[in-house]
């Protein structure tokens, strides 16, 4: 069974940072692709980064690029997500999960899922 739980959410001003953090128990954490995704209330989940094992690849959603990184720590089983330029319509509960296939965009793809951690930007 694998455990995902995420931290470092919390209320910020427009133009502020976040560093989010997921926490994975297992030992398989190395051999797979980790992706961060957000939902807004009301709307589907949607895609925002993903990153390859090693983590030498990565890929972001348009909404993210130039704002966001994802990064990894595998000795610490760990996988981070750096938000900068916070905007108000980054507002929304963002989700570890755990890729079970390529590290896509598409939330199917995806076997396990942290319970999510909330960011709040204000204007």
């Known amino acids: 069974q694998v455990q995902l739980v995420e931290s470092g959410g919390g209320l910020v001003q427009a133009g502020g940072s976040l560093r989010l953090s997921c926490a994975a128990s297992?030992?398989?954490?190395?051999?797979?692709?980790m992706g961060w995704f957000r939902q807004h209330p009301g709307r589907e989940r949607e895609f925002v980064a993903a990153i390859s094992p090693s983590g030498g690849r990565t890929y972001y959603a348009e909404s993210a690029k130039g704002r966001f990184t994802i990064s990894r720590d595998n000795a610490k089983n760990t996988v981070y997500l750096q938000m900068n330029s916070l905007k108000p319509e980054d507002t929304a509960i963002y989700y570890c999960?755990?890729?079970?296939?390529?590290?896509?965009?598409?939330?199917?793809?995806?076997?396990?899922w942290g319970q999510g951690t909330q960011v709040t930007v204000s204007s």
């Open positions: 999960a755990r890729s079970s296939y390529g590290g896509s965009s598409y939330p199917h793809e995806y076997d396990y």
């Open positions: 297992g030992r398989t954490f190395s051999g797979y692709p």
